[in-house]
């Protein structure tokens, strides 16, 4: 499969909401490999409640951790390792397009020595940032962006989420990856809104993709 990791300048940005949104438009597998806290359902399960087409699969996690956390500490608390070859080792294949979502940011520690960033390497995956437009998310956005550079990052573009003013171009401009779309700040998240912010994002996330 053809593999693309959601990542973010942060936590509780909207990765699951964009990765229903692009797994949807796409038809593409969804894989969140390391999940670390969850109340009534998990990212997967949500996922899985909202993508509508035929095709898309879900697939489960390799590591999943009760304590709402970073992974590393979460995994600690149940004398856990999280060992990045075994993620890869499990990596789903077959055809088409398979998006993997992340645990917050780059710099999120997976063990004592390894971070999101790390693992989105050993996985091959090409790239889309997810920035939600709040006061400061420009200082956040940009940082994360000279990251992926540093790291030599495949990045496809962003995805912006959220609506605080308008400046998702000058972040684009700046961090020099482009903007594959926005999605508004959406009064109910059902398969429905994601249906329509698919078909809205889908061309655009096709060009960046194949670019």
Known sequence: MIPIF??????????TVVSAIVANALGADYWKPIQAGFGDETDSEQLGRLVVNETSRVHPEVYRLKLAASPHIAASDEDIFINLDNIKNKQPAGDGYL??????????????D???IDLI??????????SRNYLG????SLLTAEVCRYRKLDVAGWIFNDEFMNYQNDIANWSG????GSVPRLKEITRETISVQSSLLKSSLLSQLKS
Not at 6 to 15: A, P, V
Not at 121 to 130: C, F, G, H, P
Not at 177 to 180: A, E, N, T, W
Request: charged share 15%; no cysteine.
């Open 6 to 15: 959601i990542t973010g300048i942060g936590t509780d940005i909207g990765k």
């Open 99 to 112: 998006v993997t979502e992340g645990a917050g940011g780059l710099l999120v520690p997976l063990n004592k």
């Open 114 to 116: 390894e971070f999101v």
């Open 121 to 130: 390497l050993k996985l091959a995956a090409k790239v889309i940032l997810v």
């Open 137 to 140: 998310s420009i200082n956040h």
């Open 177 to 180: 990856y482009p903007v594959i």
